[in-house]
Structures are given as structure tokens and as C-alpha cells.
């Protein structure tokens, strides 16, 4: 019998963020989105099933936005800042009335700060390396980024070696027509950016491909 102590399992799932996870495992990106249009977006959003809406920091007034959501939409809704730099921003984020701190890179300074603050927060990676160095920071879960340069072969290799219980989110490119191929190649989730929003598109458009994209996780037609 082996004397070497049982591999790490992987991190406890924050459980808050993982019924968000259940309900659909996709973060709603909201780059370029404005305060004044943030309720009726995240209303479409929260209609078609989304719990976890994200509005980037290179935004318009982003914490404002992220402040309106929080005030519009129900209480287990998550929502969160992406494209966090700063301690500074993790201080404003959690000021506005959000949870979840989203980062385009893997900077495990920033991600032991967000968790000292009882947040949960969601690294950018394009490693292995860069992926175990987030995860022992405390990363809740992984943003596999860009997806475009990191197509589902890598992400099921490196689900061979990653603790099963750790969450990866590939971000960049994805469509409703490329989800089933990341499902199956060990994606928990994604991250839709621009085929879902883009500033200036209406609440009604929002809607329809935020359905698109919530049938195509559950494998459903039309």
C-alpha cells in the first residue's frame, strides 16, 4: 500500500456560487454597458435563466451599473466586476453590492485579496501552470482565457490533471454553436461576451440570444 498522502480533491465549492452554477452556468458580460440601460438588460438576462451577470471595468461608470443591477435584480443573482486590476476596484466592487470579482489574468495577490473580503472570484488563465497557481490562491473557479487560442482538446487535457471539482469557464469566441463541444470537453460553464451583448443592442435582442445560448447549454433545439 502506498504511504504518499490522497491527492488534493480540489476546492470546496463556495455553495452560493454553485446554485447559481446550477441554475446555468454561463457569466452574461455586459463590456460597454451603461447604468441607465443596466435594469432592463439584466432583467432579459435574469429572464432567460442567467444568474451570474459580470460587467467589465473598462465599462461606462461600471460600479453604477453594477449598483443598478444589483438594485433591479433578485438577491440570488450574483454579479461581479470584470477585468479587476486593483485592490482598489475589489474595495469598489464590493461597495456596489457585488460578489464576484472576474480577472482577465492570474495574479494571486489579487485573488487572495478578494477572498479575505469574502468574495468569490474567477481567474483568467492560459496555463496549467498559471491554473494550480490561481487554484491554491483560492480561485473559486477558472476563466479559461482566450478560448479562441485555447479550443476544447486543450481544456479536456488539462481536465486529466485538474481537481474534478474546480469549475473552468472558457472565455473568448464562445457561441451557442461551439457550447456543446466545450460541455463535452469538461467545461463547467462559460463566459459569453459579445454574441450575447454589445453596447448599443436592446433588451429585446439581449433576450433572444440569451435564450439561444441557455437552450443550447441544456441541449435543447430551437
Given amino acids: 500500500m502506498s504511504n504518499l498522502p490522497d491527492r488534493d480533491?480540489?476546492?470546496v465549492p463556495s455553495p452560493r456560487l454553485e446554485a447559481a452554477m446550477a441554475r446555468l452556468p454561463l457569466v452574461a458580460i455586459l463590456r460597454g454597458l451603461t447604468p441607465q440601460e443596466a435594469p432592463a438588460i439584466g432583467q432579459a438576462l435574469v429572464d432567460a435563466g442567467f444568474s451570474l451577470i459580470e460587467v467589465p471595468l473598462n465599462s461606462p461608470r461600471p460600479f453604477e451599473s453594477i449598483a443598478a443591477l444589483r438594485a433591479a435584480l433578485p438577491a440570488e443573482v450574483?454579479?461581479?466586476?470584470?477585468?479587476?486590476m486593483t485592490i482598489e476596484e475589489i474595495a469598489a466592487l464590493q461597495a456596489a453590492g457585488g460578489e464576484l470579482v472576474v480577472m482577465p489574468h492570474a495574479d494571486t495577490a489579487l485573488i487572495r485579496a478578494a477572498k479575505a473580503q469574502g468574495l468569490l472570484c474567477i481567474p483568467g488563465v492560459a496555463t496549467p501552470t498559471e491554473a494550480f497557481a490561481a487554484r491554491a490562491a483560492g480561485a473559486?473557479?477558472?476563466k479559461l482565457f482566450p478560448a479562441e487560442a485555447l479550443p476544447p482538446p486543450v481544456l479536456k487535457a488539462w481536465r486529466a490533471v485538474l481537481p474534478p471539482a474546480l469549475r473552468?469557464?472558457?472565455v473568448g469566441g464562445v457561441t451557442p454553436e461551439s457550447l456543446a463541444a466545450w460541455r463535452a470537453a469538461g467545461a463547467?460553464?462559460?463566459g459569453l461576451g459579445s454574441a450575447l451583448y454589445s453596447p448599443g443592442r436592446s433588451a429585446a435582442e439581449v433576450a433572444v440570444r440569451a435564450r439561444a445560448f441557455?437552450?443550447?447549454w441544456h441541449g435543447q433545439a430551437g
Fill in 78 to 84: 450574483l454579479l461581479g466586476a470584470g477585468t479587476v
Fill in 214 to 216: 441557455a437552450q443550447a
Fill in 188 to 190: 463547467g460553464g462559460a
Fill in 168 to 170: 473552468v469557464l472558457p
Fill in 9 to 11: 480533491p480540489g476546492p
Fill in 140 to 142: 473559486d473557479a477558472l
